[in-house]
């Protein structure tokens, strides 16, 4: 399945939770349809520019993770981000977070890294593609839900948070901590 028809699906999805929201005049609803929609928007984006500006090889290309080529048109300079990943994780994140149990969370979030994984098995990405993928899909689906909060009465899942993450750069280490 090409990333043109993943994208596509993706949208369709997304546009009929808003759509039902609307129509059904549920808030919550189309709140999440604004979220899908919105966070895949930006992260579709950022991922076409940033995939061309960086031109990270892929591993199939025969060439080391270390191998860059900016502004190719080659495909095979094409790895990071994971495409797949981000839009997939980014509708999974969005979604999960509609519920409070976490077994429904993990559930949706474990479905939303199938496409990366994927992508890992077939030696179309390296893992720190997928694994920053997947923290640039967190981290704008925080972002604009939190603007969505001061946009909407009603907010999702009002209580104290129990799971709180936490990512960690410096020079040769990338580290995610996750407390609950």
Partial sequence: ??????????YI?????????LFTKNEKLRRTGVLLLSSATATGLLQQITKSVVG????VSGKSKDTFNPFSS????HSFPSGHALMAFTTAYALG???KSPWIKGGIYAVGLVPGVSRLWTDQHYLSDVALSIAISIFTVEAIDRYLNTKYDKKYNQQEKKVSWDL????GQLGVVVRF
Wanted: glycine share 8%.
């Fill in 74 to 77: 080659d495909r095979n300079f």
């Fill in 168 to 171: 960690n750069f410096s020079p």
């Fill in 13 to 21: 999805i997304n546009s009929g939770v808003y759509l039902t929201g």
């Fill in 97 to 99: 977070k509609q519920f």
């Fill in 56 to 59: 990270r090889a892929r591993p």
């Fill in 1 to 10: 399945m090409g990333k043109t028809t993943v994208v596509h699906k993706i």
